[in-house]
């Protein structure tokens, strides 16, 4: 803690992610890298992973109005400066997610309305319980929904989607590496900096404990519209590939001890709940918070 205003200060940032790992690349991946000509050449496969994006586009513009916000929240400079790397951050996730928007065939004048029609509703759900505190100005528990809820679930998925497209995909894995570097660092600071807050407000813990179980209750709803209308789509094209001996994905790739290349899209689901709510409980109990159970829908 002593070294605070180092680890998250902007030369920090500077060496590890635009000087480190994002070196040479470009939208976050190599410059010789293009979207699988399988993928361009299956409509029903390109649709489904249009639709993908759009969450993917959705859950970081959400991740930027928040991490914006709570530049001006922050009751500390050093929280300042890395909310402030943490924007750019966010910044550079929608603008790589919206360049394979436009690889993968939508026109750049019809991003948005494609956004607006696919984002999945209870995603914006999701995404409404944080910025209202965020735009109330609640530090404590913006930081703990951003950073901590938003994040911990999107660092799951882009986990995910890295393993199932690091062999057929290498472009979408590569620009998923750099974003999963990104999130691990924003989750770390979330850890760091809000533990002590909440010692010195253990008044607040109630209603931050319950925005924690909201929006675990959007997001199961979320990952359970996605997974039985993109993520069925793609796995019965895959199957069909298979059969007919295009080879796509076919080494078996283990995720949270799923076999991802094999795993129906709800073994896919369940696998992927299960491991978010498991970081939850780890990371809220490392902050000093109680996990709440999402509620299951009626
Ligand atoms: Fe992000
Ligand atoms: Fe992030």
Redesign the pocket.
């Known amino acids: 803690m002593a070294d605070f205003l180092s680890q998250y200060s902007i030369q920090r940032w500077l060496e590890m992610c635009p000087q480190g790992y994002l070196e040479d690349t470009v939208y976050g991946h190599a410059a010789d890298e293009t979207e699988p000509e399988e993928l361009l050449e299956n409509e029903e496969l390109r649709v489904a992973s249009i639709a993908l994006t759009v969450q993917l586009i959705a859950g970081e513009r959400a991740?930027l109005a928040a991490?914006s916000g709570l530049v001006n929240a922050a009751p500390d400079d050093a929280s300042k400066m890395f909310l402030a790397t943490?924007t750019l951050?966010?910044a550079r996730?929608v603008e790589i997610f919206t360049r394979r928007l436009i690889d993968l065939g939508v026109k750049k004048d019809d991003v948005n309305q494609v956004v607006a029609d696919l984002t999945n509703p209870n995603l914006v759900k999701f995404a409404e319980v944080l910025l209202e505190k965020v735009s109330n100005g609640d530090f404590i528990a913006g930081v703990v929904g951003q950073?901590i809820v938003?994040?911990g679930m999107?660092f799951s998925v882009f986990e995910l989607l890295q393993a199932i497209s690091a062999e057929v995909n290498p472009k979408f894995a590569h620009t998923l590496a750099g974003t999963i570097a990104?999130?691990r660092r924003?989750v770390g600071f979330g850890e760091n900096r809000i533990g002590s807050l909440i010692r010195q407000h253990p008044e607040r813990k109630d209603e931050v404990e319950r925005m924690q179980q909201e929006m675990a209750t959007h997001m199961l709803a979320t990952f359970a519209d996605v997974f039985s209308g993109a993520g069925s789509t793609m796995e019965k094209e895959r199957e069909r590939m298979r059969e007919r001996g295009e080879s796509l994905g076919a080494a078996s790739t283990d995720w949270h001890g799923t076999d991802m290349s094999t795993a129906t899209p709800e073994a896919m689901e369940a696998t992927l709940a299960g491991t978010v709510l498991d970081e939850f409980k780890i990371r809220l109990g490392r902050i000093g918070l109680e996990y709440r159970a999402p509620k299951v829908p009626a």
């Open positions: 991740a991490s943490q951050d966010e996730h950073n938003l994040e999107a990104d999130e924003h």
